[in-house]
T-cell receptor
Framework: DAGITQSPRYKITETGRQVTLMCHQT?????MFWYRQDLGHGLRLIYY???????DKGEVPDGYVVSRSKTENFPLTLESATRSQTSVYFC???????????FGPGTRLTVT | GENVEQHPSTLSVQEGDSAVIKCTYS??????FPWYKQELGKGPQLIID?????GEKKDQRIAVTLNKTAKHFSLHITETQPEDSAVYFC???????????????FGTGTQLKVEL
């Protein structure tokens, strides 16, 4: 089915481990985004990408790495997870700045 | 950068009553103001948006108003129903142009509960 998917939906990991969250969209949207959602902070932009091989930092990029080798995929990697990265992560995509963003279902990450 | 403040953080109304959620923004250059609804366990979904050249926009029971001078915008839901219970986010951005993406800045969200 067309849409935007995220995997895994739930993840528990230990401090210091590397973990990668996956995002896949089938619309061929140029723009893709990663947000984290925390109580009291709303949605904060981590990284975004305007096209394959073009990425840029958002509001809270520290501790995260992204790549975009293919238009449809935009993985987010936590190189050495910390407890402060416990959050719900949302991926989103859009055609271009003039259109709405479509959000995936989210990944709930717990770092113990 | 842009800063968006949203109030209240929680709102409880009786079914059939109206609900109003308010947001203020700091960057006078912002010109696009969407509202998203997030149901439990799901990602946010756009429900209505407004551009800076429009003062009000309606879609059935939902309306958004914009006051550019005061830099605030509001979501109005009339005749609330239990299925309106969700978290609502306002956001602001400068639409258009190339590069940089549509970097929405979100408010902190409002938990709306519609009670029977």
């Amino acid at each position: 089915d067309a849409g935007i998917t995220q995997s895994p939906r739930y993840k528990i990991t230990e401090t210091g481990r590397q973990v990668t969250l996956m995002c896949h969209q089938t619309w061929s949207h140029s723009y893709m985004f990663w947000y984290r959602q925390d109580l009291g902070h709303g949605l904060r932009l981590i990284y975004y990408s305007a096209a394959a091989d073009i990425t840029d930092k958002g509001e809270v990029p520290d501790g995260y790495v992204v790549s975009r080798s293919k238009t449809e995929n935009f993985p987010l990697t936590l190189e050495s997870a910390t407890r402060s990265q416990t959050s719900v992560y949302f991926c989103a995509s859009s055609w271009d700045p003039r259109y709405e963003q479509y959000f995936g279902p989210g990944t709930r990450l717990t770092v113990t | 950068g842009e800063n968006v403040e949203q109030h209240p953080s929680t709102l409880s109304v009786q079914e059939g009553d109206s609900a109003v959620i308010k947001c203020t923004y700091s960057d006078s250059a912002s010109n696009y103001f969407p509202w998203y609804k997030q149901e439990l366990g799901k990602g946010p979904q756009l429900i209505i948006d407004i551009r800076s050249n429009v003062g009000e926009k309606k879609d059935q029971r939902i309306a958004v108003t914009l006051n550019k001078t005061a830099k605030h915008f509001s979501l109005h839901i009339t005749e609330t129903q239990p299925e309106d219970s969700a978290v609502y986010f306002c956001a602001a951005s400068k639409r258009g142009g190339t590069g940089g993406g549509n970097k929405l800045t979100f408010g902190t969200g409002t938990q709306l509960k519609v009670e029977l």
